[in-house]
């Protein structure tokens, strides 16, 4: 029985594990392999192609600093500014199992304040000051003798089942350790759900409103989610941006639906050799911007005798008109190219080349291995992934389709 006493020092843990953090959100022993949705260091940049970042610069002095140093992001508001650094994706909670958010990070130059842990529903926060924690307040009266200095780096976690009314704990590790500060216990409390989503982004947050100062971090957006947060009295302060990773405790079985899209029966006329044309696009639909989807496979036929090139773009400018629609049953919105779809920019995650068949052009079929998924920006602005073709000669005509995994 001593094992089990290592949390927090007396026989209570042993007979309550619950109270531990040995346990996932579901009170199962932490003994199952974990499932990394996903994890972020910031050892040479600022992971440009996972965050989307917003700076409202009311002073004039907002800034946010990478820093290969520290391997982290500083984000410096002053009076009237707001930093927001936000993963594009959403990553998926899967009904019955835990889901483990850990972040690193801290508040300098802070001095004082109130530490809060927070629950978020429809823009409406629910905010447990830290003298008001129902497991190891951290202020040197719980049993890990511990005092919380949010000025100095901490790793925090927050683990939660959700079906929509299940438990949310929050807690920081300590000594290798972790300690539960906070359960919120929803059983016979509600009515309806806590959030309106688990599905839910990584999201650092600074901002200094007249002299007050607030720094949050946690799995949250401006409607939803779970968060630690600091608020003190100041006109400046810097948040580091440090470390996470989001886990699915127990696994992660690939459940969810296949969508398939393609330009169907009215080929892309690519007429300039070297010049890159969009064949399909896929994008989130508005109303699913908190849902998990990836292309996993990609096809494209030159109906013509033509050698090409294939390329999958992540947010690439394509010319003309290249129209967006929903798809019936589906997250996703598709669009379809035509001749005036050219393209240029956009970060390439998968390509190959074709050569031309012994009959009417060639063929491929690739399956489509990506970390990055589709997502969005802090404002809705979703990101988009278009098949493309760059023709090795004149006057090919060419057909494209994706297979896009949706998680839901």
Not at 159 to 165: K, R, S, T
Not at 255 to 283: Q, W
Not at 382 to 402: E, K, N, Q, W, Y
Request: glycine content about 12%.
């Amino acid at each position: 029985m001593a094992g089990f006493n290592n949390i927090n020092s007396t026989p209570y843990v042993a007979l309550h594990p619950g109270q531990s953090g040995q346990e996932d959100a579901f009170g199962r022993l932490r003994m199952s392999e974990p499932f990394t949705l996903f994890d972020s260091k910031q050892l040479h940049d600022n992971g440009p192609l996972f965050w989307d970042q917003s700076i409202t610069d009311g002073s004039g002095n907002a800034t946010s600093t990478h820093s290969t140093t520290d391997a982290s992001v500083t984000l410096h508001v002053e009076a009237g500014d707001t930093i927001i650094r936000q993963t594009k994706t959403h990553w998926n909670y899967q009904p019955g199992k835990s889901q483990l958010c850990v972040f690193t990070g801290n508040v300098v130059d802070a001095g004082g304040g109130t530490i809060s842990v927070v629950v978020r529903k429809g823009s409406s926060d629910t905010a447990i000051a830290q003298a008001n924690w129902n497991g190891d307040k951290l202020d040197g009266t719980g049993n890990s003798g511990k005092t919380l200095d949010p000025t100095k780096a901490q790793i925090m976690f927050i683990d939660y089942e959700w079906l929509g009314v299940g438990k949310v704990r929050f807690g920081f590790f300590v000594d290798g350790l972790p300690i539960v500060c906070h359960s919120v216990n929803n059983f016979n409390q509600l009515t309806s759900v806590y959030m309106a989503t688990p599905t839910l982004p990584v999201r650092y947050e600074a901002s200094v409103a007249g002299t007050t100062g607030t720094a949050r971090v946690g799995s949250f957006t401006a409607t939803d989610g779970l968060f630690f947060q600091w608020q003190g009295t100041t006109t400046s302060f810097d948040l580091q941006h440090i470390c996470c990773a989001v886990i699915s405790e127990g696994g992660l079985e690939d459940r969810g639906i296949n969508t398939y899209v393609s330009n169907g029966a009215t080929p892309v006329d690519a007429n300039v050799a070297g010049t890159i044309y969009a064949c399909v696009g896929v994008r989130l639909n508005s109303t699913h911007l908190d849902m998990m989807a990836r292309p996993i496979a990609a096809s494209m036929l030159a109906t013509t005798e033509d050698d090409f090139e294939w390329i999958l773009l992540v947010n690439p400018t394509v010319a003309g008109t290249f129209t967006y629609a929903s798809i019936t049953n589906s997250g996703l919105q598709v669009a379809t190219g035509a001749t005036a779809n050219t393209v240029t920019g956009g970060y390439a995650i998968a390509g190959g080349h074709v050569a031309a068949g012994t009959k009417a052009g060639g063929a491929f079929g690739a399956e489509i291995a990506s970390e990055i998924w589709l997502g969005s920006k802090i404002d809705g602005t979703p990101d988009t992934f278009v098949l493309c073709v760059r023709p090795h000669g004149a006057d090919a005509d060419i057909r494209g389709s994706m297979v896009v995994k949706e998680l839901r």
